[in-house]
């Protein structure tokens, strides 16, 4: 048996492929932008067209089903089927969105430029996961870190951008973002004719697909560990990037504007874990990180929630770095698992880990209306207990 992935023998004379690599990450930038933007203007949707909860929940709905519950399907498709230039198309999608939330004059428009955003999200993230492999000359944790990070400073921009700009400036300011999209397909083209380049390149050498043969029971279990394990890392991010102003306002009576600060600097230790957490898995192996991150985070949220104001910052930017980390090595081992399956897997993890923190943070906000926000601060400081079941996974390395 052995752990050859199921592309290594077509990544391994290749060098890393830094522009490719860089070109996903800025799209991938994009892409959250402006996927993050549409709940950030939800208060003003619900002002302009005197919207009640539910018609906001269900535009988060006609945008979570096609951005999170497609990802695994089209993932599945481009497994079988690679289409080099879908990620044009994809950004095209999110660019037919935004330009009808710009423009809509009526709810159920504003629901189909929701779904549009989703879709373009849906197949952007599966394909680009795959290129990102492909461009890594092997270096498969870097390569989804440098990926994701992008991701991570889209998410945290989208929001600032749409307070700074499209809440003053009315909801017309959003088709100004689809140029952003446009800039998006144009860089997309080129990477679709390096992808498909590529391709033509490596059809001569041999395939390895389906050469790291486990037994199945074994890797539904490994499977199973590792969306455990998204699910917990996704949760606590989701308490600490939804409520984490919240529990500085009323814990210490910070303003907003330091608060956010505050949230800021906390967002940027989870950029810099990703990309940590890639470069030194590829040297140690994904699962030593997988053991680290989210069992080793432990200490520091179980003190969290009984800091100071001086330790409070520092213990999140800890928590940052080493939660951060595990989520390039987690996407690196299922994908290893289920060798040809690089689409789907991408599709699966990003997509699941969307909606699982979507939907923590609905549970989470329900907890603090209960019983307060640091409540579910102590609550929440138990979930790295889940990376226990991190001895449930294989180690790749020693599979021989």
Request: with cysteine; aromatic share 12%; hydrophobic share 55%.
């Amino acid at each position: 048996m052995t752990d050859t992935p199921a592309d290594q023998v077509s990544t391994q004379a290749e060098k890393t492929a830094f522009a490719v690599l860089l070109a996903v990450s800025f799209c991938h930038m994009l892409n959250d932008i402006m996927q993050s933007m549409l709940s950030a203007i939800y208060p003003m949707l619900k002002s302009n067209y005197g919207l009640d909860f539910w018609q906001i929940g269900l535009l988060t709905m006609a945008f979570q089903v096609t951005a999170s519950l497609l990802q695994p399907a089209i993932g599945l498709v481009t497994d079988k089927r690679p289409m080099p230039y879908s990620l044009s198309v994809g950004m095209g999608s999110t660019f037919v969105g935004l330009l009808l939330l710009a423009t809509a004059s009526h709810y159920v428009v504003l629901v189909i430029g929701a779904m549009f955003v989703g879709l373009g999200s849906a197949i952007f993230h599966p394909e680009s996961s795959r290129v990102a492999r492909l461009a890594s000359g092997g270096r498969y944790g870097f390569a989804q870190a440098v990926f994701q990070v992008g991701g991570n400073v889209g998410s945290a921009v989208g929001p600032l951008l749409a307070a700074f700009i499209v809440m003053p400036k009315g909801q017309g300011s959003v088709g100004w973002f689809s140029f952003a999209a446009l800039l998006g397909m144009l860089v997309l083209w080129r990477v679709g004719t390096w992808y498909s380049r590529y391709r033509i390149r490596t059809a001569s050498r041999p395939s390895v697909a389906g050469s790291l043969t486990l037994p199945r029971g074994r890797i539904a279990v490994a499977l199973a560990v590792l969306i455990t394990l998204v699910i917990a890392k996704n949760v606590y991010m989701a308490g600490i990037s939804s409520y984490y102003t919240f529990f500085l306002i009323e814990k210490f009576g910070l303003s907003v504007q330091q608060s956010q600060i505050l949230l800021f600097i906390f967002l940027g230790s989870v950029a810099a874990g990703t990309v940590l957490g890639g470069l030194i898995g590829d040297r140690i192996g994904s699962k030593t990180v997988i053991w680290f991150s989210i069992l080793g985070v432990l200490p520091f949220t179980l003190a969290l929630p009984y800091a100071d104001l001086f330790w409070t910052p520092v213990l999140t930017i800890a928590i940052g770095l080493i939660l951060a980390s595990a989520f390039p090595q987690i996407v690196v081992l299922a994908q290893e698992l289920l060798p040809g399956r690089v689409g789907m897997v991408a599709g699966m993890f990003f997509g699941f880990a969307f909606g699982a923190g979507g939907l923590g943070a609905a549970a989470l906000g329900i907890l603090a209306d209960r019983h307060g926000i640091e409540f579910v601060y102590n609550i929440c400081s138990f979930l790295p207990l889940l990376g226990l079941l991190t001895v449930f996974l294989p180690d790749l390395k020693k599979t021989g």
